[in-house]
């Protein structure tokens, strides 16, 4: 895997980056992420009371109500398309903090408030300080992650929990001289976290599924990450079987999906998701699309010799790849369901 060049691209990035960035430069960058992090906590926690309890919220609260934790659990089973982890913790919250607007969306918004050190951290991690800083500002203020910090719903949850996974899963695919403890260690939190993921919102089994198949690519012609990948995977998969029978019985009973609006033509759809993530604004639209298409446009000008089967699997493995595939995949495997 040393060899890969998705590998040396990365790490003479982020080597590069932390070469230049000064004692000041640091400072500097730990007050920017702060502020930005204030922001974040200001925009999540502002008026979190504000508005009652809409339909998807009372019915959160109709199923989290009970003395008994089975009864949520039997909730979840029966009588919600969503595996049982979210309703679980807001049952807690219930029975021993309050069940007010407040209460109920608090852990959305701890849950937005953190996703953004996360997104800081994957930043970091992948391009460096300054990309890092970037991500977890358009992570404090997108009205897509605001909204869901203030819903008592389990998707600001389910975004933690993809967002924690996919930082281990970086480590774990990056980072090959890390002692046998300390890759153990990496294991176990992206298991922990992919499981939570997974429990929380069938989306998040999506995204697990997604980083199960990349670690299965990435992995190929290395024997020991490949072995590697598979123990996460098989790890995974035995936490999740309990719950595979209620999810296909979900799946089945859920056949009249009518109050969901036709996604129209891929193109369409997309531009549309996109304007739905993006602040709902047409500049921002405009500006991610050229972003996006310099990207792919770079990436194509520095491929050395012809586009053949080697370049794409060479741009499967890089990080631009991965940031590619983190936007595109998800939307394009829900489209087809």
């Not at 460096?128 to 949850?157: D, K």
């Not at 089994?205 to 997604?210: A, D, F, I, P, T």
């Not at 050229?290 to 491929?303: K, T």
């Amino acid at each position: 895997m040393l060899g890969h060049p998705w590998y040396r691209e990365v790490k003479g990035l982020v080597e590069r980056d932390e070469r230049t960035v000064s004692d000041t430069d640091a400072t500097v960058a730990r007050v920017v992420l702060l502020s930005i992090l204030l922001l974040g906590v200001a925009l999540r926690f502002h008026g979190l009371d504000a508005q009652s309890l809409w339909s998807d919220e009372l019915a959160t609260w109709r199923r989290t109500s009970f003395a008994d934790v089975g009864t949520v659990v039997d909730e979840a089973m029966y009588r919600d398309v969503h595996p049982p982890f979210y309703l679980v913790l807001i049952h807690y919250v219930v029975l021993h903090v309050g069940d007010s607007e407040w209460h109920l969306r608090l852990p959305s918004a701890m849950a937005g408030i953190l996703t953004v050190l996360v997104v800081y951290a994957i930043g970091k991690r992948t391009y460096g300080r300054r990309s890092g800083l970037l991500a977890a500002g358009l992570t404090a203020v997108c009205w897509c992650p605001v909204y869901f910090s203030q819903e008592a719903r389990g998707n600001a949850l389910m975004l933690l929990f993809v967002s924690m996974a996919h930082w281990f899963w970086f480590e774990l695919m990056m980072t090959h001289d890390m002692d046998h403890r300390t890759r153990n260690g990496h294991i176990v939190g992206y298991c922990a976290y992919a499981l939570l993921a997974a429990y929380t919102h069938y989306f998040g089994l999506l995204m697990v599924g997604l980083q199960a198949v990349g670690a299965l690519l990435i992995s190929i012609g290395e024997r020991r990450v490949l072995h590697r990948s598979m123990t996460m995977c098989l790890i995974v998969f035995m936490g999740f079987a309990p719950w595979l029978p209620t999810m296909l019985s979900q799946f089945g009973a859920r056949t009249n999906i009518s109050w969901i609006e036709s996604p129209g033509e891929p193109v369409f759809a997309f531009a549309a998701f996109l304007y739905f993530l993006f602040n709902r604004s047409r500049y921002l639209l405009v500006l991610v699309g050229i972003l996006y298409a310099s990207l792919a446009a770079l990436i194509f000008r520095e491929n050395e010799g012809p586009i053949d089967i080697t370049a794409v699997k060479r741009f499967t493995r890089s990080p631009d790849g991965i940031v590619l595939a983190w936007l595109v995949l998800p939307f394009l495997i829900t489209y087809v369901v």
